[in-house]
C-alpha cells in the first residue's frame, strides 16, 4: 500500500470524530493524487464549485449530475450530503465525481434535499478531512455546510474560537462558520446570520439542517451563485450550465448579502449584510466558467467572443490564421479571426483523455506530460503566421511551451494575444494564485514577457476592453460590477494581507 493511501487511511479514522469517512480504496490512486500546485500547467485554478437541491425526490441523484456538470471547478475532491427530514446520509472521497459516487452509493442516499461541492484546495491541505461538504454533530443536531470560495479573516477568527475552546478537525477555512453558529444561542436563522457578518471574502456558502436549507452570498458577490426550479423544487448552482443540465428553470442570481431560507413552510429573502460595493471575479468570463453559462445576464461565450474582438481592434497583427489555446481560449480566438478578417484555424489538439498531468520525475517527462495534453496540427501551422490566443498568463512557463510547441511544428511567426490584463496580483478570494514575486507580469513588462516565452510580439487587452467586452447589467457601477483586483490591486473587501502583494511593477 502506497504512503499516500496509508495517509489518507489514518486521516479518515481521524476525521471520523465528526464525518463518518468512507475506506478509501487500496487498489490504486485517486485521479490526480501527487499533483501538487507546480505541474507542468501554470493554469490558474478555481477552489471550488456547489449545488443545492430542495424539495426534489431523489436529491443527492440529482446533485450527483449537478457536480458532475461543475466538475471543471474542482478535480481534487467532491461529496454530497442528503437528508430525509430526519437525518443525514453523506460521503466524500478524493478524485472525480464519477469516482467517488456509483448508483449503489446514491441509492442509498434517501432524502429531498441535499448539498454538493467539488474542490480544489487554495486554502487548506488537499486531504480527505477537507473534502466538502463538511458535516457536524451539535447539540442542536446535524449541521452540513459547502462553499465556494475564500475567507480572507478566517485564521484570525479561528485563533479566536481556539481560544474560546474550540477544536478543529480540517484545516478548511469553511470549518469557521459552522463553529460560529453552534457556538451560537440563537435559533439557526439569527445565527447564520451573525457568523455571516463576521466573515470577510468572496463565498457563496450553503448550509443544511434536517429541518432547513440556506443559501448566502457574500457583500460584493464575489463568487457566483444562482438559484433554478424544477416543478416545486428549487436548485441552486455555482453555474447556470449546471441547472440547464438537469432540466432546471433559471430564475435569478442570489444577490450580494442575501440569505435566502427553505424549509417546510417555503422559502423567504432576508438580508445579513447591504449591498457593498458589487465585485463578481472577472476571472469567471475571462477562464473559469463554461461557456454556456450566464452571468450578469451574460452567456460567456458571448463576452468571450467579445474580448476577441477587442483584442484584435486594440492590437491587430498581420498574420496568415488565428489558433486559439484549448478550450478556454477558443471562444475569444473566434472573435479575434471575425474582427481581424484573419481565418480561424484549429492550430492546437487538446487531448480529452490525458486527464490532468502528473509531476514527472525528470523534466524530460514534464515535457512530454505537456505534449500528451496539447498538441500541434502541424498541416495546419506549417508555414504560416500564427496569431495565437490565450485567456491569461501567470508564470509564462506554459506560453513558452506553446509558443516552442507552434515552432516545432512549423510557425513561421506565433504572434501571442492574451484576452485579458496583465495578471499581477495574487487572489484572496477562492483563486489557487501565486504571490507577486512569481506572477510573470507583476515583475517584467511586456516586451519582456514576450522574450520570455519566444513570441514574435505580445499584447494584452486593456482593463477598459475587457469591462466593456464583458458588458452585463451593472454597467452604471464600477467596472461594471465586476472585481479586477488581479489587473489592479483595486481589492473590495479589507483585511488583504498587503504584505504578499509588491508595493511596485515594473509595468
Known amino acids: ?47 471550488c464549485g456547489v449545488f443545492g437541491v430542495f424539495g426534489y425526490g431523489d436529491a443527492a441523484a440529482l446533485t450527483y449530475y449537478g457536480l458532475h456538470t461543475l466538475q471543471h471547478r474542482g478535480e481534487e475532491s467532491c461529496g454530497i450530503c442528503a437528508s430525509d427530514g430526519n437525518e443525514f446520509a453523506y460521503h466524500r472521497g478524493m478524485g472525480l465525481v464519477k469516482e467517488v459516487f456509483d448508483k449503489d452509493r446514491l441509492m442509498s442516499m434517501k432524502g429531498d434535499r441535499a448539498i454538493g461541492h467539488v474542490r480544489y484546495s487554495t486554502s487548506g491541505d488537499s486531504r480527505l478531512a477537507n473534502a466538502q461538504p463538511l458535516v457536524f454533530k451539535t447539540r442542536d443536531g446535524e449541521l452540513s455546510v459547502a462553499t465556494n470560495g475564500n475567507i480572507v479573516n478566517a485564521p484570525a477568527i479561528r485563533r479566536e474560537l481556539e ?51 440556506l443559501v448566502a452570498s457574500d457583500p460584493h458577490g464575489l463568487r457566483p451563485i444562482s438559484m433554478g426550479r424544477i416543478g416545486d423544487a428549487y436548485i441552486f448552482s455555482s453555474e447556470t450550465c449546471a441547472l440547464d443540465a438537469v432540466g432546471a428553470e433559471f430564475i435569478r442570481a442570489i444577490e450580494p448579502g442575501e440569505l435566502l431560507v427553505f424549509d417546510a413552510m417555503g422559502f423567504r429573502s432576508e438580508r445579513f449584510a447591504s449591498v457593498e460595493r458589487r465585485a463578481l471575479c472577472a476571472m469567471e468570463f475571462i477562464y473559469f466558467a463554461r461557456p454556456d453559462s450566464h452571468m450578469h445576464d451574460v452567456n460567456l461565450h458571448t463576452a468571450r467572443k467579445r474580448m476577441g474582438k477587442e483584442l484584435a481592434k486594440e492590437s491587430f497583427v498581420e498574420a496568415d490564421i488565428v489558433s486559439g489555446v484549448p478550450d478556454s481560449s477558443i471562444s475569444a480566438a473566434i472573435g479575434y479571426a471575425e474582427q481581424a478578417g484573419i481565418p480561424y484555424e484549429m492550430g492546437m489538439i487538446k487531448s480529452k483523455y490525458s486527464g490532468r498531468t502528473f509531476i514527472q520525475p525528470s523534466q524530460e517527462l514534464r515535457e512530454q506530460g505537456v505534449k500528451m495534453k496539447l498538441s500541434a496540427v502541424r498541416s495546419v501551422v506549417e508555414g504560416k503566421r500564427v496569431v495565437l490566443i490565450d485567456d491569461s498568463i501567470v508564470r509564462g512557463t506554459t506560453s513558452r511551451r506553446i509558443v516552442t510547441m507552434l515552432r516545432e511544428a512549423g510557425a513561421t511567426e506565433v504572434h501571442l494575444r492574451i484576452a485579458s490584463p496583465p495578471f499581477k496580483y495574487p487572489c484572496f478570494y477562492g483563486i489557487d494564485t501565486p504571490d507577486t514575486s512569481d506572477l510573470i507580469a507583476s515583475n517584467h513588462s511586456v516586451e519582456e514577457i514576450c522574450k520570455i516565452v519566444g513570441a514574435d510580439s505580445l499584447a494584452f487587452l486593456s482593463k477598459e476592453g475587457t469591462v466593456q467586452a464583458i458588458g452585463g447589467s451593472f454597467t452604471q457601477e464600477k467596472n461594471n460590477g465586476l472585481c479586477m483586483a488581479c489587473f489592479d490591486k483595486d481589492y473590495p473587501t479589507e483585511h488583504i494581507p498587503l504584505s504578499k502583494i509588491a508595493s511596485e511593477t515594473v509595468c
Open 1 to 47: 500500500m502506497s504512503d499516500a493511501i496509508t495517509r489518507l487511511k489514518q486521516e479518515a479514522v481521524e476525521g471520523a470524530r465528526i464525518n463518518q469517512l468512507s475506506e478509501i480504496d487500496a487498489s490504486g490512486s485517486y485521479y490526480n493524487e501527487g499533483i501538487g500546485k507546480d505541474g507542468p500547467f501554470d493554469r490558474l485554478r478555481e477552489e
Open 163 to 213: 481560544k474560546k475552546g474550540s477544536i478543529f478537525q480540517t484545516t478548511s477555512d469553511t470549518e469557521v462558520i459552522a463553529h460560529l453558529i453552534a457556538r451560537s444561542d440563537a435559533d439557526l436563522v439569527t445565527a447564520a446570520k451573525e457568523a455571516l457578518r463576521q466573515l470577510v471574502g468572496g463565498f457563496a456558502f450553503l448550509i443544511m439542517t434536517n429541518e432547513r436549507l
